[in-house]
């Protein structure tokens, strides 16, 4: 059974950063895409970066330039380290990994964790 555990969310002021972890077990790490997608409230989920599975990086225009999504298999593990964070990221962070080679849809992964909440205050 495929786990996500994400960690790492929490309160910081504007223009501080974060770095939030996502563990997945359960099978080869390697042959999952993993992506970060928030939610913050009364807006839909959208798309935060994805590490796909064959090693590409992709960041949604909000946050190109001030996020970085990065992977270590050994560990199982993503990160999404976040900078210059700004009133606009607060949000519930969820990571999702699926056997999809590249999206943004989340309706295209298929594990979720259950999210950690970062909150910038201004």
């Known amino acids: 059974q495929v786990q996500v555990v994400e960690s790492g969310g929490g309160l910081v002021q504007a223009g501080g950063s974060l770095r939030l972890s996502c563990t997945v077990s359960g099978r080869t790490f390697s042959s999952y895409t993993v992506g970060w997608f928030r939610q913050a409230p009364g807006k839909e989920r959208e798309f935060v970066a994805q590490?796909?599975?064959?090693?590409?990086?992709d960041y949604a225009d909000s946050v190109k330039g001030r996020f970085t999504i990065s992977r270590d298999n050994a560990k199982n593990t993503v990160y999404l380290q976040m900078n210059s964070l700004e009133p606009e990221d607060t949000a519930v962070y969820y990571c999702a990994a699926g056997l999809l080679l590249v999206s943004r849809d989340p309706a295209l992964y298929n594990y979720w964790g259950q999210g950690t909440q970062v909150t910038v205050s201004s």
């Open positions: 590490f796909t599975r064959i090693g590409v990086r």
